[in-house]
């Protein structure tokens, strides 16, 4: 297993998870009757925010669309760092070790507050980078 595919199947992994992740949030139906409580009162109580007017809602899908977006910036960032493996591993630095301790942190966060199928995809990416970032740490100038 080279850092480079790696690299690119945590790339793959990444944006399959901010497809799932976009897919979740913005499809999620409330299975109970508190659940449909709390859904309708996110998207009709009314904050005063700047200028605007936002709902609890609103807020939700503006942060779920941000984490889509960050999900498919690692994607780029991993498949970018694939390439720099592959014609100059030297220039990834510390990057690749900084990049793994994110994924670290996103399999704690996912555990904590999430199901499963984020934990998972979490962990996949982590041991991807990782095991990427350790390979290219032994590659010699």
Known sequence: M?????YRIAAVVFVLFAAGHTVGFLKFKPANAEGVAVHDAMNTVRLHVGSGKLT???FYRGFGLFCTLYLL???YLAWFLGGLAQNNPQ???ALGW???MLQLASIIVSWIYFLPPPVILSALVAVCTGWAAWLVSAVKP
């Open 98 to 100: 900084v990049f793994f």
């Open 73 to 75: 910036f690692a994607a």
């Open 56 to 58: 609890y809602g609103d």
């Open 2 to 6: 080279t850092a480079t595919l790696l």
């Open 91 to 93: 220039a990834i630095g």
